[in-house]
């Protein structure tokens, strides 16, 4: 069972740039999807960003121009880089790692203030 551990989240003020990170425990880590979601209070969790194991990228109209999310295969790390943030982007951040059976993390909090 691979895990997830996710780091970087924390109070950052309205216009802060934090960078996230998910670190996988599995060797097959280049072979996957990942993607990050998040979940603010009393909200549904919501997708955020997809990477592919090609490098493709897609993100959510929310985030598209704000965020980026990358990858380190030698790592095993998935990255989101949040520019320009907003007390809306206030919520847990999950990592996800898409397969037969998908793999989360145990979400890291993210506090925008102004």
């Known amino acids: 069972q691979v895990q997830l551990v996710e780091s970087g989240g924390g109070l950052v003020q309205a216009g802060g740039s934090p960078r996230l990170s998910c670190t996988a425990s599995e060797n097959a880590f280049s072979a996957h999807k990942y993607g990050w979601h998040r979940q603010a209070p009393g909200q549904q969790r919501e997708w955020v960003a997809n990477i592919w194991s090609d490098g493709t990228t897609m993100y959510a109209d929310s985030v598209k121009g704000r965020f980026t999310i990358s990858r380190d295969n030698a790592r095993k790390t998935v990255y989101l880089q949040m520019n320009s943030l907003k007390p809306e982007d206030t919520a847990v951040y999950y990592c996800?790692?898409?397969?037969?059976?998908?793999?989360w993390g145990q979400g890291t909090q993210v506090t925008v203030s102004l």
């Open positions: 996800r790692r898409y397969g037969v059976s998908d793999a």
